[in-house]
């Protein structure tokens, strides 16, 4: 009983905490939720619960799936947003390290997660490229998943190159996959555009995204504005302030832009030498001050700042460099934190879901898998199975009839393991 208790309490102690409303994330009161959608109560509440909302046709859902550093820890993961539309499409920038067991607690049917824009290729952009195309697969996704990243200078340096090592590596993941699971979702479609233009990259069913370059460390890196429905969403990825970024982001509704650790974090806390502090932060990455003047220059509907460690020691720093140049709306970014977008509102809540999670129902069970290409062990290893036979048949008599029918129609010849006829 006592245990009972313990659980029960700490249970009402993390319902609590969902309702503080915090600096960590709200830098003031332009970030408070304001009620969105008169037909649906639930989307009153101060926090969004995956799977119980339904987003109005003419309104976009922002979602921060990784918004820290590249050393991620449990609180954030490397860089990541999703993009949900009220069309029912689904776009996915960057796909930093950790960030998919974030979009895991989403809950979002996996088919419908298939399009993926690359910023660049350093680690915490791409860290859970990997996961995403294998995992996908695993929870459900039948179709290919769909990749738009930039070239580079060289071949090599390219996001073809890159998908196709990543391939390389999974070899054996691939291999022993195949005829078990629908191969078709293994098969990524990359779509390599040039980095020095600023174009449009994507464009269908009204949606319009565009790339631009970026200035980060190396040439190929771009940032993105993706336009819907007179709604826009601009995401630096990682940048120095430059002038494709002012011309290519105004009158954006969502303004995320990278607001790295100050020289003196990263020299206190991240514990660099001097001499790689201040050209990292302020060459290489944008400064909070600096993101600040972006936000103020461009007036977005609502300013988001991320790619910083937002804990209590650091956090004020940052929303005081900030401020120091820019007084509109703004959101100090963490992970599972949304943004809904309509041409009436812009509101900001934290997500509040659940931990373990299954995959979404929307599996297609009638999917082709190529039993014939299913590979085997050799020969040795086969015959140092222990016999399961019986353990196997109570598995059997515990499935409805329709499933042992369907398993009998595609695998025949599992009547020898079972020992049946």
């Known amino acids: 009983m006592k245990n009972n208790s313990l659980i029960i309490t700490s249970q009402i102690i993390v319902l609590l905490s969902v309702f503080i409303f915090t600096s960590a994330y709200a830098a003031d009161d332009n970030t408070i939720s304001k009620a969105n959608d008169q037909n649906n109560p639930l989307s009153k509440r ?15 859902r922002v979602i921060s799936l990784g918004t820290g ?8 993961a490397a860089a990541s947003f999703l993009v949900q539309l009220g069309n029912g499409e689904n776009f996915i920038f960057d796909m930093g390290t950790g960030s998919l067991t974030n979009l895991t607690q989403l809950q979002i049917p996996w088919n419908t ?14 860290g859970d490229l990997d996961a995403l195309l294998i995992v996908g697969v695993s929870h459900g996704r039948n179709v290919p998943l769909n990749i738009w990243g930039p070239s580079g200078k060289t071949p090599e340096l390219g996001t073809t190159y890159a998908v196709a090592r990543l391939q390389e590596a999974y070899s054996w993941e691939f291999a022993s996959k195949r005829g078990r699971v629908p191969s078709t979702g293994y098969q990524p479609i990359v779509h390599e555009f040039d980095y020095s233009k600023t174009h449009v990259i994507y464009e269908e069913n009204g949606v319009k995204i565009t790339s631009f370059p970026a200035i980060h460390g190396l040439d190929g890196p771009v940032s993105f504005s993706l336009e819907w429905n007179d709604l826009k969403f601009v995401y630096s990825s990682d940048t120095f302030p430059n002038k494709w970024f002012m011309e290519n982001s ?18 206190d806390y991240n514990k660099m030498q001097p001499e ?15 993101a600040g003047k972006i936000f103020s220059l461009l007036k977005p509907r609502m300013a988001i700042a991320y790619h910083f460690i937002n804990e209590i020691r650091t956090n004020q720093q940052v929303l005081q460099e ?9 959101t100090l970014a963490q992970d599972l934190l949304v943004w809904n977008v ?24 009638n999917a082709k898998i190529e039993v014939e290409k299913r590979p085997h062990v050799s020969k040795w290893l086969e015959e140092g199975r222990l016999d399961m036979q019986d353990v196997d048949r109570g598995v059997w008599e515990s499935l409805d009839e329709e499933t042992r029918k369907r398993i009998l129609e595609r695998i025949p010849e599992i009547k020898k393991q079972l020992g049946i006829k």
Do not use: C
């Open 69 to 76: 550093m590249p050393a991620i820890t449990r609180r954030q």
């Open 276 to 290: 790689s502090a201040w050209p990292v932060g302020t060459r290489v990455h944008t400064q909070p001050a600096a």
């Open 113 to 126: 997660l298939n399009k993926v824009f690359l910023g660049h290729l350093h680690f915490d952009h791409i």
């Open 322 to 330: 900030i401020r120091s140049t820019y007084d509109g709306p703004l």
């Open 250 to 267: 105004k009158n954006a509704d969502i303004l995320i832009h990278e607001s790295f650790p100050s020289v003196s974090q990263l020299i």
């Open 342 to 365: 309509s041409k009436d509102f812009v509101s900001v809540r934290e997500t509040v879901g659940q931990e373990q999670t299954w995959p979404s129902k929307s599996k297609l069970a």
């Open 46 to 60: 101060d926090m969004y619960i995956p799977g119980t909302e339904t987003l109005a046709a003419d309104e976009m």
